[in-house]
């Protein structure tokens, strides 16, 4: 028998950790003094911790190790550690190859930052039309909510405001641009004229944030599709672009913020 710093020393286990296996019931003493409270071990012990650190080091947790040693069948447990192993290790690579695109940047591109975001469900009112360029969105746009809001004045936007336009070429364009516009609302209301309500699913996308003229958007929309070819993703669906600050209460255009959103998957 041994006492539990003698065991320590065999096991190269702590006698911290020994005293913790001891309370959560994982690997108890052979015998504890009941004057002392000394705690004795065995050398059928060693080998049992020995199972013990082999399960640990591969990260499976107390309790599970509870289950195996009371003769639960290990290869469920197992497998389960190794998915939980896998997708780390994916996650690794992913984060891996994010750090070298930041590295390799440009100084075209150095102002911009790729994160990936999960979009939700919305409800929105859209018009799919076709514009000459960027400038017409001022007229446009407006033009479309006071519609709107003529018709169903009771019409409440979303909390936050979420107005995007969807590029329905499926690539960066200057003029003739085919669109649709989309503003988030509280809950779906009966179509009228060249107006729809409809639900857009969740969807996950690579999204960029662009301070400045629309005119500039090309090199967001350049870093974007790079970013995507080189982080092993594609795009799944046409690009979107979520206005937040604008004419409507930046005067100047360099204050102004457009998000642009990539819906993607994993090659």
């Known amino acids: 028998m041994f006492r539990i710093g003698e065991f320590s020393k065999m096991s190269k286990t702590t006698i911290k950790t020994l005293r913790h296996y001891d309370e959560t019931g994982l690997l108890k003493p052979e015998k504890t003094d ?32 509870k289950l195996i040693l009371s003769g639960y069948d290990a290869t469920g447990i197992l497998q389960k550690r190794k998915a939980e192993l896998i997708d780390e290790l994916a996650h690794g690579t992913s984060q891996l ?30 018009k799919k039309m076709t ?12 033009q479309i ?14 909390t936050p405001g979420y107005c995007f336009i969807v590029y329905l070429d499926g690539e960066y364009k200057e003029s003739d641009l085919n669109i649709e516009l ?28 662009h301070k400045g003229s629309y005119a500039e958007l090309s090199q967001a929309y350049a870093f974007a599709f790079r970013w995507i070819e080189d982080n092993g993703y594609v795009a799944a669906d046409n690009p979107r ?27």
């Open 131 to 142: 514009v000459p360029n960027y400038h017409a969105y001022f007229e446009l746009v407006p």
């Open 97 to 126: 190859s994010r750090i070298e695109f930041i590295l390799q940047g440009d100084v075209k591109t150095m102002n911009y930052v790729a994160t990936i975001k999960d979009l939700q469900e919305c409800t929105v009112y859209s």
């Open 34 to 65: 009941v004057f002392t409270s000394y705690r004795f071990y065995s050398t059928n012990q060693l080998v049992k911790l020995h199972q013990i650190q082999a399960f640990r080091q591969v990260g499976l947790s107390i309790d599970e190790i």
């Open 182 to 209: 989309c503003e988030a609302v509280d809950k779906m209301w009966p179509d009228f004229d060249d107006i729809t309500f409809k639900n857009m699913a969740p969807v996950t996308v690579v999204s960029i944030l």
């Open 241 to 267: 672009e979520s206005y937040i600050d604008g004419i409507w209460n930046k005067e100047d255009e360099k204050e102004w913020l457009t998000e642009l959103q990539i819906p993607i998957v994993k090659k």
């Open 145 to 158: 909510g006071e519609r709107v809001t003529r018709k169903y004045p009771d019409l409440k936007c979303a």
